[in-house]
């Protein structure tokens, strides 16, 4: 079993910035989660794909965020993290962590984190 913590979350004015990290734990094969990534959900919409990096660091970004987040993983291959700058409203969601072995940006992986709220707010 694989458990995902994220951490970071909170209000920010739009403009600022905020930086997510998840750390997986238990049982997890030597060479670490292939894929790691993050998924954002909005009152009232359905769960979106954010960024995600394989291992071999290949990554995938949604169109809303790119040149404002970056991914990366630490070299452990159980940690990413989520720098966030220029956040607008419209960043506003609940971000989850998502980890898995398909060594595939665009696809999810199987193991989930709880979430962590972010709002934009002035």
């Known amino acids: 079993q694989v458990h995902l913590v994220e951490s970071g979350g909170g209000l920010v004015q739009p403009g600022g910035s905020l930086r997510l990290s998840c750390a997986a734990s238990?049982?997890?094969?030597?060479?670490?989660?292939?894929?790691m990534g993050w998924f954002r959900q909005a009152p009232g919409k359905e769960r979106e794909s954010v960024a995600a990096?394989?291992?071999?660091?290949?990554?995938n970004y949604a169109d809303s965020v790119k040149g404002r987040f970056t991914i990366s993983r630490d070299n452990g291959k159980i940690t990413v993290h989520l720098q966030m700058n220029s956040l607008k409203p419209e960043d506003t969601a609940v971000y989850y962590c998502n980890g898995g072995y398909n060594g595939n940006p665009d696809i999810p992986g199987n193991y989930w984190g709880q979430g962590t709220q972010v709002t934009v707010s002035s």
């Open positions: 990096m394989t291992s071999d660091g290949r990554t």
């Open positions: 238990g049982t997890i094969f030597p060479m670490g989660l292939t894929t």
